[in-house]
């Protein structure tokens, strides 16, 4: 059987005919005057089993705002198998100091689920005149979930999440919108843009002792909020997170 194969020959790809196994298990070549190469959906290597679920995403993740994580079901090949459209992934924060927003679970389509989430972590500590952050623990993420087709447990490595932290950990024209303490001081936090009528240069600017966005200065038009503002006379600098006429 392919199990039996794979479990005494770790290294090699067992391919279709046309195909060249390489080191690393994994089928890199056709030749194109071969007859019978192997156009099956898995892939050129031979099927197996599922083997473990691998997981992309974003180098840089900022607070509560949507990103896209995708979870593979892979052989022994490393080829998504493909054929699975049944099998529900859900995630899990590896910690109960960040929280997830949006489906935590989601369906495969042909081996894959693709997560659309945001994360709202908590923060130690924020210093608004200096402009830094400092999180309670290391943001990570859990995926798993049942197989299908076999029935038996699927998981994947914790995907660590590299969140944006500072003046730059929210886009801009977006504030830093902190929920009230917990008993241990921390605060969980995620960026929210600027209403019209409002505006924001700096994420952790803010009127009073939290981030905030400003109100619209007078004479300026803030009609589409963020960061966007329109004066129609007078010469305006951005300065310390907000406009000053000068």
């Given at each position: 059987s392919i199990s039996a194969r794979a479990s005494t020959e770790r290294y090699h790809c067992f391919c279709s005919e046309g195909f060249t196994g390489s080191p690393d298990g994994v089928c890199v070549?056709?030749?194109?005057?071969?007859?019978?190469c192997n156009e099956a959906m898995y892939g050129p290597c031979v099927a197996s089993d599922y083997r473990t679920l691998a997981v992309r995403g974003p180098a840089v993740v900022l607070a509560g705002t949507e990103f896209e994580a995708r979870v593979e079901k892979r052989d022994?090949?490393?080829?998504?198998?493909?054929?699975?459209?049944?099998?529900?992934?859900?995630?899990?924060?590896?910690?109960?100091?960040?929280a997830i927003l949006g489906a935590r679970f989601v369906g495969m389509?042909?081996?894959?689920?693709?997560?659309?989430?945001?994360?709202?972590?908590?923060?130690?500590?924020?210093?608004?005149?200096?402009?830094?952050?400092e999180l309670v623990s290391e943001p990570a993420l859990l995926f798993r979930g049942t197989d299908a087709?076999?029935?038996?447990?699927?998981?994947?490595?914790?995907?660590?999440?590299?969140?944006s932290l500072g003046s730059a950990l929210?886009?801009?024209?977006?504030?830093?919108?902190?929920?009230?303490?917990?008993?241990?001081?921390?605060?969980?936090?995620?960026?929210?843009?600027?209403?019209?009528?409002?505006y924001s240069l700096l994420p952790l600017a803010g009127p009073g002792t939290d981030p905030a966005c400003f109100v619209c200065p007078e004479g300026g038009d803030c009609a589409a909020g963020g960061d966007r503002v329109q004066f129609a006379a007078g010469e305006w600098r951005g300065g310390g997170g907000v406009y000053v006429l000068t």
């Open positions: 070549a056709c030749n194109a005057s071969a007859d019978g022994f090949y490393s080829q998504r198998v493909r054929s699975d459209s049944a099998s529900i992934i859900v995630v899990d924060a590896e910690s109960e100091e960040l389509r042909f081996g894959e689920s693709v997560f659309a989430v945001a994360l709202k972590p908590q923060f130690a500590s924020i210093d608004t005149e200096q402009g830094s952050t087709e076999l029935g038996g447990a699927m998981t994947a490595d914790r995907l660590l999440v590299n969140l929210c886009p801009r024209g977006s504030v830093l919108a902190l929920d009230d303490p917990v008993p241990s001081g921390a605060r969980a936090g995620a960026c929210t843009r600027c209403r019209a009528g409002t």
